[in-house]
């Protein structure tokens, strides 16, 4: 949500159009009717951008019956595409409305006033609302009473397995019933899904049982107090009994605010999501199990703020090792630890450019391979000083 709004910015700059405050997805799993300015202070939003791009709260009432085009613009389109294909509807059109806005703008090879701008939109403009900033930040206090945090984004939530296909762990009625959700939902593409296949290459979520294994191997003590981030976990207690064994200091929004302090945001995903973003931005250590949208954008925010210590699991190699203790041909001990340290060294946040394309890879997949903008913002949203990166601009 965040990247999309940000990048629809930059694109009306591009354009050189007015940007209507975006309507927010009203229809998607959690049915969340948050509007923009429950989300994020509107006012500001507006405010801060106004010497970039002039932004208004609706569509003047002039324009209610002007032609109006939708449009589903192209996936990582960079400033040709815009310039010239989406420009040249102004020649037609009064109004453009964008269908979608995931992934619409290119990561990299735009011009360096656009980079810059998509930086101030997300690392300044995009504030939360107030109230959700005043409960968060109380949150932020009273993780800090217990010592040094560390925020775990545990994405075990029935959306995010009923959409990878991951049921490693689960019961025979479990991936049963993930799979009669992926299966009628209807824009998400994806039907049959090997669990086992996923699995080991990565694209799965590390179960809590797998996280207490890697926080243990990485050298935490058990009074380690953690923030979970993260929705209603699948299985509930049964799932979590392994991981709170290891680390009993495991706490939630739900624990660290009264029932009457959560009851406004309580029935909003995306409101108890930004809760969630703003801990786990300010944390100690950031550690999510899975490198999804929300992931990529704390551990972005966190380089920007000064590459705090965000430590992103090799999920391919780790499952490889949980495998050979599943099998008992490796034990918890030393020998894992070593290992799992090891394999995370060059993972933990320290500065380095955005990575661009995979090697080989062709079209949309080229594009779709590169690290996201928001991901890694270096070199574009940091200055460089003795090439070293320090500062913001």
Request: one cysteine or more; charged letters at 25%; a positive charge.
């Amino acid at each position: 949500m965040r990247a999309g709004i940000c990048d629809m910015v930059a694109v009306a700059r591009l354009i050189n159009a007015t940007l209507v405050v975006p309507e927010l997805d009203k229809r998607s799993f959690w049915q969340d009717s948050s509007n923009f300015s429950d989300v994020f202070d509107e006012e500001y939003f507006i405010q801060s951008l106004a010497n970039d791009v002039k932004i208004v709260k609706k569509l003047p009432k002039e324009f209610a019956t002007a032609t109006k085009a939708v449009k589903h613009f192209i996936s990582w389109s960079g400033v040709e595409y815009y310039q010239g294909e989406i420009a040249r509807l102004w020649d037609d059109y009064q109004v453009i409305r964008a269908a979608k806005s995931d992934s619409r703008l290119a990561n990299n090879n735009l011009p360096a006033d656009i980079q810059k701008l998509r930086c101030r939109a997300f690392y300044n403009s995009l504030r939360f609302s107030p109230r959700i900033e005043a409960l968060a930040h109380l949150l932020v206090e009273r993780m800090r009473s217990f010592g040094p945090y560390i925020a775990l984004h545990l994405r075990y939530e029935k959306d995010m397995l009923a959409f990878s296909g991951c049921t490693y762990g689960l019961s025979l009625a479990e991936a049963d019933e993930l799979t009669k959700i992926r299966e009628n939902t209807s824009y998400w593409k994806v039907k049959d899904i090997d669990s086992q296949e996923q699995r080991v290459k990565g694209y799965c979520p590390l179960t809590p049982k797998e996280v207490g294994i890697l926080l243990s191997a990485l050298g935490y003590p058990s009074n380690t107090p953690i923030y979970v981030a993260a929705g209603e976990i699948y299985g509930g207690d049964s799932q979590m009994a392994d991981l709170r064994s290891r680390f009993p200091t495991l706490i939630s929004k739900e624990n660290l605010a009264s029932s009457e302090e959560l009851e406004p945001f309580s029935h909003y995903a995306s409101q108890m999501a930004a809760l969630d973003y703003i801990v786990s931005v300010q944390s100690d250590v950031f550690i999510p199990s899975y490198s999804g949208n929300m992931a990529r954008a704390v551990a972005g925010h966190r380089r920007y703020l000064g590459h705090l210590k965000t430590i992103n699991p090799d999920r391919k190699a780790l499952v490889h090792l949980f495998n050979k203790l599943d099998r008992g041909s490796l034990n918890e001990g030393r020998k894992l630890s070593e290992t799992i340290i090891e394999l995370h060294k060059r993972r933990q946040g320290s500065p380095r450019k955005r990575k661009g394309p995979i090697s080989g890879t062709r079209g949309k997949e080229r594009f779709r391979s590169e690290e996201a903008f928001y991901e890694n913002p270096l070199p574009d949203c940091l200055c460089q000083e003795e090439s070293k990166f320090m500062h913001r601009s």
